[in-house]
Structures are given as structure tokens and as C-alpha cells.
């Protein structure tokens, strides 16, 4: 994970902006400051057995992170005017996808598709009832994702705000 998000270097996460020095802690918490506070700050839920999300790899070299856990992990999310939930919003166990993160060199090869799908398995085999996202409406490179990628993975739209969709994949009986 620190090579996507802090190694200085050909492969390093200098280049992979805006993933550089988030840690993917914005939805987490949003009073921390950028850089070395968020990474400690992931380096914490990590020891105390958290989840925070899933990494991809090209043989050793780490390509791509999702960002996702239950929904209640996500204060800042829970919080917002535009992605909160609304009415049943999805059941007790709905988990967020907040964060993608594909290496800039390992673009356009799938990664973030990979890294979607393992995130609903990985959600589902946790108990998830569903896994909601919160993909750009235009911006395909958006760190959140793009409609198209969750709706050809099966996801439908929950609402649309100004930018984005509330998206959800309810697991199969």
C-alpha cells in the first residue's frame, strides 16, 4: 500500500495523484491531516484487525487498492447531504465502496473491474446484505469510479445527486 500512496520512485505514489498521502482516510475521517497523520491513522485500524480494503498486485509490485467496509465506517459518508442514506437505505448491512486506486502505469487493464469484483465477494463473504458505491457520472477516471464500470457489474441506481449515482448490488438469495 505505501508504494501506491507515498514511495517516491518509478512506481511510486508520488504519481498517483490524488492517492498520494490520503491513505483513503477522507470518508473515514475527515479531521485528519494529509499525509503522515492519515497513514498512521490506517496503520491503526489495520493492528486492530480491520479490513480497510483490498490490494492488487502484478506479481510482487502492488497496482491497485478499493477502499470498503460497512457503512457505518464512513462517518464523513453517513454525514453527507448527497450520499447518506435514505428511507430503508439498503438494509442493517450495507457496506460502502468508497476508493479506487490503479497505479497510473497499470491503467486501462482491467485493475479496477478485478478489484471490483473481488470487493463483492469480499463484502458478501462478510455479511454484507448489499454494497453500495458512489461512482462519477462522466468522469471515468474519477477515484471513486464510473457509472458504467458498477452497472455492468451488476449495480443499479439508487438516486443521483449532482455529480454522481448512488449505486447498490444487493447479494443473491
Request: net charge positive.
Amino acid at each position: 500500500m505505501r508504494t501506491l500512496f507515498e514511495q517516491r520512485g518509478p512506481r511510486g505514489g508520488h504519481r498517483n495523484t490524488p492517492a498520494y498521502g490520503c491513505w483513503c482516510m477522507y470518508w473515514r475521517d475527515r479531521s485528519l491531516e494529509h499525509g503522515e497523520p492519515k497513514k498512521r491513522a490506517m496503520a491503526k485500524l489495520v493492528r486492530a484487525g480491520c479490513e480497510p480494503g483490498l490490494l492488487a498486485y502484478d506479481g510482487d509490485e502492488p497496482v491497485g487498492w478499493v477502499s470498503l467496509g460497512p457503512r457505518e465506517d464512513f462517518p464523513a459518508l453517513l454525514a453527507s447531504p448527497q450520499y447518506r442514506p435514505r428511507g430503508a437505505g439498503g438494509g442493517d448491512a450495507v457496506w460502502s465502496l468508497v476508493c479506487f486506486t490503479v497505479d497510473r502505469y497499470a491503467q486501462r487493464q482491467g485493475i479496477a473491474r478485478t478489484l471490483l469484483d473481488a470487493a463483492v465477494e469480499h463484502a458478501f463473504a462478510r455479511g454484507a446484505s448489499s454494497l453500495e458505491a458512489y461512482p462519477h457520472k462522466t468522469e471515468r477516471t474519477n477515484y471513486m469510479g464510473h457509472v458504467e464500470l458498477f452497472g455492468t457489474a451488476g449495480f443499479v441506481p439508487v438516486r443521483e445527486t449532482s455529480k454522481r449515482v448512488v449505486m447498490r448490488l444487493e447479494r443473491s438469495s
